[in-house]
């Protein structure tokens, strides 16, 4: 079966840089959850999208910020970044507009280093 | 917003063994999800148990919603089972920051 596709798996910025990190659900998902999870730590709920809009915000820093496209593939642009800003990054996505219950399933993750 | 512990925090046990992993939450819960983190990183979805009992092979969860917790079985473990398991809630009663909350995780070892 189909799982979610993140690219690149890993990348590695200099500080002050910019990144984009791209996420593709599974096919006929209309919801994308993007989570930051630092090292030792659990995820962080970032920002979602229902039906390429914005549904829920959480601790998502300003210098960030993400779209759900026509297709509804995501991405998650970071500016600005920072030292701290190196964590392994993933997406997920769920089909909440069509099935009664909300799982979510999970992308392999991005893992992004600041030097 | 709600908050999600889960014990034990660290658990060593020899290959063949059998183990429970407890989630405690502080709220009621549309959605309750058991991962499983391989040493690689990879989130592994093991279970969407908002309320009842299921098993798959040798796990098995349960979730008695209106005591808050949730359970999860690992029987006969094997050394692929280690890594860390976590626990992730969508409570009911949720603002922009509680969207989906994961415990601190249980890291498992499991020794040949």
């Known amino acids: 079966a189909a799982g979610v596709i993140q690219s690149p798996r890993h990348l590695i910025k200099e500080k002050r840089e910019t990144a984009t990190l791209k996420c593709y659900p599974i096919?006929?998902?209309?919801?994308v959850y993007w989570y930051q999870q630092g090292p030792g730590q659990d995820p962080q709920f970032l920002i979602s999208?229902?039906?390429?809009?914005?549904?829920d915000k959480g601790s998502i820093p300003d210098r960030f910020s993400a779209q759900q496209f026509s297709d509804y593939h995501s991405e998650l642009n970071m500016s600005s970044l920072e030292l701290g800003d190196s964590a392994l990054y993933f997406c997920?996505?769920?089909?909440?507009?069509?099935?009664?219950?909300?799982?979510?399933?999970f992308g392999p993750g991005t893992r992004l280093t600041v030097l | 917003g709600i908050q999600v512990e889960q014990s034990p925090p660290d658990l060593i046990l020899q290959e063949g063994a059998n183990s429970t992993l407890r989630c405690n939450f502080s709220?009621?819960?549309?959605?309750l999800q058991w991962f499983h983190q391989n040493p690689w990183g990879q989130l592994i979805n093991l279970f969407y148990?908002?309320?009842g009992t299921k098993q798959n092979g040798r796990l098995s969860a349960t979730t008695v919603a209106t005591e808050r917790y949730s359970l999860l079985y690992i029987s006969s473990s094997q050394t692929t089972d280690s890594g860390v398991y976590f626990c992730?809630?969508?409570?009911?009663?949720?603002?922009?920051?509680?969207?989906?909350?994961f415990g601190p995780g249980t890291s498992l070892s499991v020794i040949p």
């Open positions: 096919p006929r998902h209309d919801t």
């Open positions: 992730a809630v969508e409570g009911v009663r949720k603002t922009s920051y509680d969207k989906v909350i």
């Open positions: 999208f229902y039906e390429k809009m914005q549904s």
């Open positions: 997920a996505s769920s089909s909440r507009g069509r099935l009664p219950d909300n799982e979510q399933f």
């Open positions: 148990i908002p309320s």
């Open positions: 709220d009621s819960v549309n959605n």
